[in-house]
């Protein structure tokens, strides 16, 4: 199975994007930019690194990044068969999982970095990373300092962050040291993410949460709380709210993938962090990281292409259907929203799997599509049309989310079709 990784604040580098201005996904970023209501495009190519760090500008443009290269790797025909993210990446995980509209991904990204700047500079806080140190240890460290500091990542055996006050990350840091951390690297951050200090985040960033469609992800998604995987939309919000204040289990979520079956990982987005951490955890699984459109190569050449994994992953591809059933494909790339009358359709399962022939498509589950007849537009201005007839299956896509050309849109069944 292919696993996809995404990359969170502090992957970020002054003029990340600029590789990728040619290319045909650097639209994504404009399209960002107008739901963001601000030049993401600036910040992706001219932003100093003292104004990229900030956490504001630091979510939003690694978020961007992100999806600018996924949808790079979409266009390949290469689909996921879980996602994880760490941290912020989360966020570009459920977007690229189906749960989360590429819209709602942004505007809550937009929030969540607003809201963590705002925490941040009411009680300041910094994070450093212990090197050649067990979790426990770690943990005891924290515990024994007496002071405002908790573990936020474990990252990988042996390499653990810290957060909390100055004066408590040092004498966390001391403690550590006492019990066998090998190094104590400072990491230049004004806050202290993923512990009790973001209270004040965690409270306005739950409004946002309700305010969003979460929907039943494509493919597994891993969560950094409990390194488990999430299929019912109901609780992602619960999670993401837990994430601010609780330590991201990135090790365990790697450890998750591989037990689920994945054998080779890609990471989207800037840096390359998370690769390395890949090959620190579950040395056995292929790692390649995604960051410039040179690197697109080099993941074909890793991974192998679209025949060798699509067919593991959840229906994406015609050729692992079966003979009476089709998929309809986006005829360009775009924000795709699917027809009023079919939008309320049965999602999961076939209702009707003989419905008697007729012509257009009507309002109830199982409705007949004809030739021709259209299920949606792309971009507002492009019509998606099926060139089967059958009836309707269940969306591959959601309303909001930025598809690709040729990405599979919908799946239908022809009327009578086997089962």
Known sequence: ????????????????????????????????????????????????????????????????????????????????????????GEYSALVASGALSFADG????????????????????????????????AESACQLAEDDVWVANFNAPGQVVIAGTTEGVAKGGERAKELGARKVLPIPVSGAFHTPM????????????????????????????????????????DLLSAQLCSPVRWRQSLETLAGRGATAIAELGPGGVLTGLVRRTIPDVRAVAVAVPDDLDKLMDTVGGPEV?????????GEHLYT??????????????????????????????????????????????????????????????????????????????RVSEGQPVAWIRAAGGAS
Do not use: K
């Not at 994994?309 to 591809?317: D, G, I």
């Not at 009507?362 to 299920?375: A, C, M």
């Open 198 to 237: 973001m209270l004040p985040a965690r409270a306005r960033l739950r409004a946002s949460l309700t305010s969003v469609q979460f929907h039943s992800p494509e493919v597994q998604v891993v969560a950094n709380v409990d390194s488990r995987v999430h299929t019912d939309p109901a609780e992602w919000p």
């Open 324 to 401: 009476s059933e089709r998929v309809i494909v986006s005829p360009s790339a775009g924000v795709f929203e699917p027809e009023v009358q079919l939008a309320a359709l049965e999602t999961t399962a076939l209702a009707v799997a003989t419905a008697a022939p007729g012509s257009g498509a009507g309002t109830e589950p199982g409705s007949l599509l004809s030739v021709g007849d259209r299920v949606g537009t792309v971009g507002g201005v492009t019509d998606v049309r099926t060139p089967f007839e059958g009836i309707l299956v269940r969306w591959l896509a959601v309303r909001g989310e």
């Open 1 to 88: 199975m292919l696993a996809f990784n995404f990359p969170g604040q502090g992957s970020q580098r002054s003029g990340m994007g600029r590789a990728w201005v040619d290319h045909p996904s650097w639209e994504v970023a404009t399209e960002a930019s107008e739901l963001a209501g601000r030049d993401i495009s600036a910040l992706l190519l001219d932003a100093p690194m003292d104004e990229l760090t900030l956490t504001a500008n630091a979510q939003l443009a690694t978020f961007v990044m992100s999806m600018v290269v996924l949808d790079a790797v979409e266009r390949l025909g290469l689909f996921p068969g879980a996602c994880a993210g760490h941290s912020l």
């Open 309 to 317: 994994w699509n067919a593991a992953s959840p229906v994406h591809q």
């Open 106 to 137: 942004t505007r809550l990204v937009v929030e969540r970095g607003n809201a963590m700047q705002l925490a941040a500079d009411e009680r300041p806080g910094t994070m450093a990373a212990l090197l050649g140190i067990a979790d426990g240890d």
